[in-house]
């Protein structure tokens, strides 16, 4: 078969159980087209051939057995934020470029328990700070709908696979919309789980009160099978929740849209950089969804002139305070011939550490520091708090919230958006993390340049079943998720 690529996980899921196909073919087949397209994507950081096939093998002959699971042998991608026992993982920073992780973080040990195959380690932002994936140490990896365009940032390289069709699914993070922004851009879906749902154990801490890894697919389905694997509580995280966790494929039609309650909160859609296709995307798509029964809202989201400045203080506090364990001595990049020791501090860091990075850790530093700690640090807790009660109480009135994911479409690679304005456009994204909800972003359109817009919906806690059964509602009425980038056509 030559068209591997273009099934859905179900579709995989399917062939493989009645041996259409087996593992190792499908393994093969993206290998091919990792071989062939990825030069132009630039996505991949490292390709785990022999790994690939080896656990390939196992999972057909596991299947041989009769002890096979709905994703045994399916082939899967992982951020470079995720630590794989054996492989390198450098979170896209020069100062991890030699790590070879001894253990694997819980979401791969998930995956290798449920049989997914590892295709390799997808390209993010450094240390997923960034909105672009420019600020990786490896270069910058293109969109697959534009490649003169950013993927988005940080989980850049794991959309870009998925919309190359270079893995069906990819593993993501998102500390303030690194999950839903890139599948925004590339046309994808993708789910923030509540914080708590995913076990962080052993991915590269950036801001451990707002990190959290979920799943980024084609469809709220295909993000529905990873989400069954990934979600669980971990004796490993003391943040993950011992909450049980429910069957997100079986539960995709639990919701259904009569009557259900969406909340358009009136600031979002006057924000200044709000581009007037996407804004028209989102606005069809809300109309969509009322079509098909949903009752939209209109609600106050008052808080939303704080966002910005509230996660760009305690993203970077808690990043500086993370990132203090690389100092050249226990692992990581380390200068050559140091004078001294602060000498080699000094350097190993200024060496190791890209521009965004070095700016994010003086930022929080300085937020952290005895004179300035409760004039920023503990004034951006306080507003934190009350950003979470403008959404408790928007979800007294209504089920979920509607938002475009991004106010614009995907930037053009090099546009070089000074830091200020990049961070301006997580504004619809960061509040989620913040307040530590779950959201989804879903494909609902193009904009002149047949650039993709993605509308996100934010439910409340522990609402992601719901979430992605209203997405999926969405995309058995609407076509945009099976929409593919040209290059995505092309065959091994
Ligand atoms: N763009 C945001 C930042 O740079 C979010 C990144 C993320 O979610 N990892 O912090």
Not at 21 to 47: C, N
Not at 94 to 120: C, E, H, R
Request: charged share 20%; net charge negative; proline share 4%.
């Amino acid at each position: 078969m030559t068209d591997l690529h273009r099934l859905s996980i179900r579709e995989i899921s399917e062939g493989l159980a009645a041996a259409k196909f087996s593992s190792r073919e499908l393994t093969e087949h993206y290998l091919k087209r990792i071989a062939k397209i990825d030069p132009q994507v630039r996505s991949y950081v490292t390709v785990t051939n022999d790994v690939a096939l080896a656990q390939a093998d196992s999972a057909d002959a596991l299947r041989q057995a009769g002890q096979a699971t709905a994703l045994t042998g399916i082939p899967v991608a992982h951020k470079d934020i995720f630590c794989t026992q054996g492989i390198k993982t450098s979170a896209g920073s020069k100062m991890l470029d030699n790590f070879i992780s001894p253990y694997d973080a819980t979401v791969v040990a998930q995956g290798k328990n449920a049989g997914l195959v590892t295709l390799g380690k997808v390209n993010m932002d450094e240390f997923a700070m960034g909105s672009t994936s420019e600020s990786s140490f490896y270069g910058a990896t293109k969109n697959p709908w534009a490649l003169d365009h950013v993927p988005g940032g940080s989980s850049g390289g794991s959309a870009a696979v998925v919309a190359a069709d270079l893995a069906p699914f990819a593993t993501g993070t998102d500390t303030g919309g690194s999950i839903r922004q890139p599948a925004s851009f590339c046309g994808l879906t993708g789910l923030k789980p509540t914080y708590g749902r995913v076990s962080r154990y052993g991915i590269i801490a950036y801001a451990s009160s707002l990190d959290q890894a979920g799943p980024m697919a084609r469809s709220a389905e295909d993000c529905a099978y990873l989400m069954n694997v990934m979600a669980g509580h971990d004796a490993k995280d003391s943040t993950s929740m011992d909450k049980a966790v429910e069957d997100y494929v079986a539960n995709l039609n639990a919701t259904t849209l009569k009557g259900l309650r969406i909340g358009i909160p009136k600031q979002y859609f006057n924000v200044a950089g709000l581009d007037a296709a996407v804004k028209a995307r989102v606005e069809e798509s809300l109309k969509k969804l009322e079509e098909l029964g949903a009752v939209l809202v209109e609600i106050d989201l008052n808080m939303t002139e704080s966002y910005v400045p509230t996660y760009y203080l305690i993203a970077p506090a808690e990043a500086s305070s993370n990132l203090s364990r690389y100092d050249g001595v226990r692992y990581g990049y380390r200068a050559e011939n140091p004078q001294d020791i602060l000498d080699l501090y000094k350097r190993s860091r200024s060496e190791g550490f890209g521009a965004e990075v070095q700016r994010r850790i003086l930022i929080g530093t300085y937020a952290l520091s005895a004179g300035y700690y409760d004039a920023y640090y503990v004034k951006a807790q306080k507003v934190r708090r009350l950003i979470q009660q403008d959404f408790l109480k928007a979800f007294e009135q209504v089920d979920v919230i509607a938002a475009p994911t991004a106010p614009t479409t995907a930037y053009k690679i090099g546009a070089s958006l000074d830091p200020v304005e990049m961070y301006l456009g997580d504004i619809y994204t960061i509040a989620v993390n913040l307040a530590g909800l779950p959201a989804i972003s879903a494909p609902v359109g193009f904009d002149q340049d047949h650039l993709p817009v993605g509308l996100q919906l934010i439910g409340n806690y522990w609402s992601e079943s719901q979430l992605l059964s209203v997405v999926h509602q969405y995309q058995q009425a609407t076509d945009w998720h099976t929409q593919r980038a040209a290059i995505a056509e092309e065959n091994a």
